[in-house]
Nanobody
Framework: QVQLVESGGGLVQAGGSLRLSCAAS????????MAWYRQGLGKQRELVAM???????NYADSVKGRFFISRDSAKPAIYLQMNSLKSEDTAVYYC????????????????WGRGTQVTVSS
C-alpha cells in the first residue's frame, strides 16, 4: 500500500519562504504525475503545481514565479519551494501522486497525503 507523507509546513511571516516535502512509501510504480494542491478555509481544493513524468511543470497563476516544484524520482518524493509568501497562501497543502495501473491501456489512479498546514501572517 502506498502512503504519502507531507512535511515542512508551519507559520511564516509574509515575504518569507518555506519548503514542503512529500515522501512516498510502499510499492510506487509508473508515476504519471505528481502534484501539490492546497485548500484554504472555506475554499475548494486547488492545484498549486504539478510535474509530469516527462519533467514538464505547470503552476497556478497565483503562484507563478514564487513557487517551484521539484522531484526526486529515485525516492520518490516531491518538493515545493515557496518564496515571497502571502497571507492568501495560507492553506492546508496536499501532495498527490497519479500512478498508471494499466497494462494495455492507461488506468490512472491517484493517492493523497494527509496535508500540512501553511500559515502566513501579515
Amino acid at each position: 500500500q502506498v502512503q504519502l507523507v507531507e512535511s515542512g509546513g508551519g507559520l511564516v511571516q509574509a515575504g518569507g519562504s518555506l519548503r514542503l516535502s512529500c515522501a512516498a512509501s510502499g510499492n510506487v510504480f509508473k508515476i504519471h504525475a505528481m502534484a501539490w494542491y492546497r485548500q484554504g478555509l472555506g475554499k475548494q481544493r486547488e492545484l498549486v503545481a504539478m510535474v509530469a513524468s516527462n519533467g514538464s511543470t505547470n503552476y497556478a497563476d497565483s503562484v507563478k514565479g514564487r513557487f517551484f516544484i521539484s522531484r526526486d524520482s529515485a525516492k520518490p518524493a516531491i518538493y515545493l519551494q515557496m518564496n515571497s509568501l502571502k497571507s492568501e497562501d495560507t492553506a492546508v497543502y496536499y501532495c498527490q501522486f497519479v500512478m498508471n495501473w494499466g497494462v494495455v491501456k492507461p488506468d490512472l489512479r491517484d493517492i493523497w497525503g494527509r496535508g500540512t498546514q501553511v500559515t502566513v501572517s501579515s
